[in-house]
């Protein structure tokens, strides 16, 4: 099949909620930006403002447009990103698969992180947002959709990291509370302190085993 209808969002969270955290982002970068660029002006003149004003609001600024127009599809077996431009990797074919955990301010989030063809480029793929007991995680269309594309695709660890996801559905499916769904375990495994964290195949290997 292939078509329009082939094409599913994996966006974790509502435009609404990334667009509004952008423009706090932005927010923040100009007040830093001209407070500081400021204190600058105060010796070196405008050109001492504009010049400090650029170097730490305009960075934060790109990075704040960047998430604002940031969005994640599934096309067949490609996974996609777009955001100034678009990255996409092909499940099929993928020289990198491997689960990363950030944490970040109490909030961790576990992703995909996938590399290869056609342009070797890398993507970062979130699959569940959570704090505390509970969370934000990829919609059951979409995840069923995902496990049945790494499935399809014969490599052990889009094998692996499929049985992580179908077990995730049958755990919402069952009713469980989100700290009892694979997913959140899993990310529960990475050690706090560390902002991004690669767990190792192996490892996530042995916690599916477990699952059952």
Same mark, same amino acid.
């Given at each position: 099949?292939?078509?329009?209808?082939?094409?599913?969002?994996?966006?974790? #969270?509502?435009?609404?909620?990334?667009?509004?955290? &952008?423009?706090?982002? /932005?927010?923040? @970068?100009? #007040?830093?930006?001209?407070?500081?660029?400021?204190? &600058?002006?105060?010796? /070196?003149?405008? @050109?001492?403002?504009?010049?400090?004003?650029?170097?730490?609001?305009?960075?934060l600024l790109l990075m704040a447009l960047g998430e604002a127009r940031k969005t994640y599809w599934l096309s067949g077996t490609e996974v996609a990103a777009r955001a100034f431009g678009t990255r996409r990797v092909d499940l099929s074919s993928a020289t990198r698969l491997d689960v990363l955990v950030t944490d970040v301010r109490g909030a961790r989030t576990i992703s995909l992180l996938v590399a290869g063809p056609p342009k070797s480029r890398a993507l970062n793929l979130a699959l569940a947002m959570y704090a505390g007991t509970g969370g934000k995680e990829l919609g059951v269309y979409e995840l069923r959709r995902l496990a049945d594309t790494l499935a399809s695709t014969g490599d052990t660890r889009a094998l692996v990291l499929s049985e992580l996801v179908v077990a995730q559905l049958k755990s919402e499916a069952r009713g469980d509370a989100a700290a009892d769904r694979p997913l959140y375990r899993l990310a529960s495994v990475a050690p706090s302190g560390s902002m991004a964290q690669r767990l190792a195949n192996e490892d996530v290997a042995k916690f599916v085993a477990t699952l059952g």
């Open positions: 099949m292939s078509g329009q209808e082939d094409v599913v969002s994996l966006d974790l #969270l509502d435009r609404r909620v990334v667009r509004k955290r &952008a423009i706090s982002v /932005a927010i923040a @970068a100009v #007040l830093v930006g001209a407070a500081t660029g400021g204190i &600058a002006g105060l010796f /070196a003149g405008p @050109a001492g403002f504009f010049v400090v004003f650029a170097v730490l609001a305009l960075p």
